[in-house]
């Protein structure tokens, strides 16, 4: 069981915008601390997608991420948008923060996005 | 060009011990905080263990507290996880990552990672 919690799942058409949320607590997103995102594509390892806080906004990407995808947060959750969707983007998404109970980094279980 | 290399993974008995190195190049290695995170097979990314740039903080993850112990040694730019006492339950391929800093501010999060090195667990 994931400190962070994700859908298993989502899919949409290419061109379709599609969300994946992230729901945390009051001791991870929910007490301001860091959220990032990785995507993950089939047999390789993970790339940083989206990184963000509460002093330098939510929805940051490293050189060559493509503008389509941004993040977000509200509360204890955080949600990722993937805009325009290509079937390069099908992969397995990861949201992580750092949980202060826990003294821990925890991910997300991941959410698997299809391209219809 | 930012390159991490883990090398070291193997097959090894329940009980028993395994060293993993990652090696970095293409940055100023000692400027960076690491940490190691483990995929097992079909399941999703697990924190392992963190270490700061000065070593002065070092974090693990509740499930390998007690057994496993990252160091670094900045002047062969090499980050390790001394994994003892293994389980069944921590094969998995385990990745290097680097700390992620923006404009001085480091993040929690992580934006290189290595290739990863397989770690097999079994009797």
Redesign the interface.
């Known amino acids: 069981q ?1 400190v962070l919690t994700q859908p298993p799942s989502v899919s949409g058409a290419p061109g379709q915008r599609v969300t994946i949320s992230c729901i945390g607590n009051n001791s991870n997103i929910g007490a301001g ?2 959220v ?1 995102w ?1 995507q ?1 594509l089939p047999g390789t ?4 997608l989206i ?1 963000g ?1 509460v ?2 906004g939510n929805s ?1 990407r ?1 050189s060559g991420v493509p503008d389509r995808f941004s993040g977000s947060k509200s509360g204890t959750s955080a949600s990722l948008a993937i805009t325009g969707l290509q079937a390069e983007d099908e992969a ?1 998404y ?1 949201c ?3 949980d202060s109970s ?9 959410t698997k996005v299809t391209v219809l | 060009e930012v390159q991490l290399v883990e090398s070291g993974g193997g097959l090894v008995q329940p009980g028993g011990s395994l060293r993993l190195s990652c090696v970095f190049s293409g940055f100023t290695f000692r400027s960076y905080a690491m940490n190691w995170v483990r995929q097992a097979p079909g399941k999703g990314l697990e924190w392992v263990s963190y270490i700061s740039s000065s070593r002065s903080t070092i974090n693990y993850a509740d499930s390998v507290k007690g057994r496993f112990t990252i160091s670094r040694d900045n002047a062969k730019n090499s980050l390790y996880l001394q994994m003892n006492s293994l389980r069944v339950e921590d094969t998995a391929v385990y990745y290097c990552a680097r700390g992620l800093i923006v404009n001085n501010y480091y993040y929690y999060g992580m934006d290189i990672w290595g290739q990863g090195t397989t770690v097999t667990v079994s009797s």
């Open positions: 994931s601390y860091d990032c990785y993950q390892a993970p790339k940083l990184y806080n002093i330098y940051n490293p397995d990861y992580q923060s750092y826990l003294s821990a980094r925890v991910f997300g279980g991941g």
